[in-house]
Nanobody
Framework: QVQLVESGGGLVQPGGSLRLSCAASGTIFRINTMGWYRQAPGKQRELVATITSAGSTKYEDSVKGRFTVSRGDAKNTVYLQMNSLKPEDTAVYYC???????????WGQGTPVTVSS
């Protein structure tokens, strides 16, 4: 059974940076998409950034140019480099692994990010 473990969240001042990490334990299928979603208080969960096993990326419009999603060499890790953080980036960030063929979705437990002075 695959589990996702996130790390790297915390409190940062506006304009600062954070790097989130997510490691998948267990055997994962080769064709997959990993990425990050976030949920702010009182709002629905939304896509932040994803990267396929082939390296194609997708970003939510408000984070383009500020956030970068990448995968580790072992392909079972995904990172989110967040620069120029804004208060509106405050949310719980969730790691996600999706198998596009079966539609299976696996979620991490979430890591909170707070952007505040």
């Amino acid at each position: 059974q695959v589990q996702l473990v996130e790390s790297g969240g915390g409190l940062v001042q506006p304009g600062g940076s954070l790097r989130l990490s997510c490691a998948a334990s267990g055997t994962i299928f080769r064709i997959n998409t990993m990425g990050w979603y976030r949920q702010a208080p009182g709002k629905q969960r939304e896509l932040v950034a994803t990267i396929t096993s082939a390296g194609s990326t997708k970003y939510e419009d408000s984070v383009k140019g500020r956030f970068t999603v990448s995968r580790g060499d072992a392909k079972n890790t995904v990172y989110l480099q967040m620069n120029s953080l804004k208060p509106e980036d405050t949310a719980v960030y969730y790691c996600n692994l999706t198998y596009p063929i079966s539609g299976t979705n696996i979620w991490g437990q979430g890591t909170p990010v707070t952007v505040s002075s």
